[in-house]
């Protein structure tokens, strides 16, 4: 990833920050604020460095494209549904690579950021060619974010 990308990607983010600022405290409040908790949650750990930010009008849109707009690519979405839950949806590239496949989850804020993180890494083993950076992985811990099962997809 270059210098230029880095600058852009972090951009991105500032861009994101402009965008929620700019909404209207009267009926965006509560959107706003658990808005402003899950970019501050990614910036504090530098995902601003490595993922583009985007935004639909209350969709986040997450990428490694070097440009705006999305059109087949892979991506990671999350959808803010105040006062703390998160809807959660990582998309493969279309067409997919084998074995690539969407995930999707509903979660509390608090779920909802390792899971986050995980799409993000998942996302960029898929769409790039430098192994991920170090400061991407997770911390040694038990990861507590909920994983498909073969009995999930025979339900679903």
């Not at 600058?7 to 509560?30: G, Q, R």
């Not at 209350?58 to 809807?87: I, M």
């Not at 769409?127 to 073969?150: E, N």
Request: aromatic share 12%; hydrophobic share 40%; glycine share 4%.
């Amino acid at each position: 990833m270059t210098s230029e990308h880095t600058v852009a990607n972090i951009k991105s983010w500032e861009d994101l920050c402009e965008f929620i600022d700019h909404l209207p405290e009267s009926s965006w409040k509560d959107w706003k604020s658990l808005a402003w908790r899950f970019v501050h949650y990614g910036t504090d750990r530098k995902f601003n460095r490595y993922f583009r930010a985007g935004q639909s009008m209350s969709t986040l849109v997450f990428s490694t494209l070097d440009h705006h707009g999305l059109q087949y690519e892979a991506r990671v979405l999350v959808t803010l549904r105040p006062p703390d839950e998160l809807k959660l949806v990582y998309l493969p590239a279309v067409p997919a690579i084998k074995g690539d496949q969407s995930l999707e989850y509903d979660l509390a804020l608090e779920e909802a950021l390792p899971t986050f993180q995980r799409f993000l890494n998942h996302l960029w083993e898929m769409t790039m060619s430098d192994p991920l950076p170090s400061d991407l992985r997770s911390p040694q811990q038990t990861f507590k974010a909920p994983v498909i099962t073969s009995a999930d997809a025979e339900v679903g």
